[in-house]
């Protein structure tokens, strides 16, 4: 089964740039739509962004729409999470799933998860 793994997150002022990666241990990367999450401290876990396998479907949340830019290459098995004027408030553990099905916003639709990746922006 895929394993998924995240990187790029660390701490950033607010109003900075971050890029997280979520690369797939296999090929067949390019059959799963993927979806970042994000669970801040004491909160529950909240939908980010989603993509369809082939990147023709590309959903977000409303509290990232204009800031965060969801990509895939599937060359590469990657998804990114491009984030832009991060806020304090985005704060969280940040986690890609993927699915078998042609896009999804609920965590428990997912078939795999990685663990996160912590971002932390400072104000």
């Known amino acids: 089964q895929v394993q998924l793994v995240e990187s790029g997150g660390r701490l950033v002022q607010a109003g900075g740039s971050l890029r997280l990666s979520c690369v797939a241990s296999e090929r067949t990367f390019g059959i799963y739509s993927m979806a970042w999450f994000r669970q801040a401290p004491g909160k529950g876990r909240e939908f980010v962004a989603a993509?369809?396998?082939?990147?023709?479907?590309?959903k977000s949340a409303d509290s990232v729409k204009g800031r965060f830019t969801i990509s895939r290459d599937n060359a590469k098995n990657t998804v990114y999470l491009q984030m832009n004027s991060l806020k304090p408030d985005d704060t969280a553990i940040y986690s890609c799933a993927a699915a078998l099905r042609f896009t999804f916003r609920r965590w428990d639709e997912a078939n795999v998860w990685g663990q996160g990746t912590q971002v932390t922006v400072s104000s």
């Open positions: 993509i369809s396998s082939r990147s023709g479907s590309i």
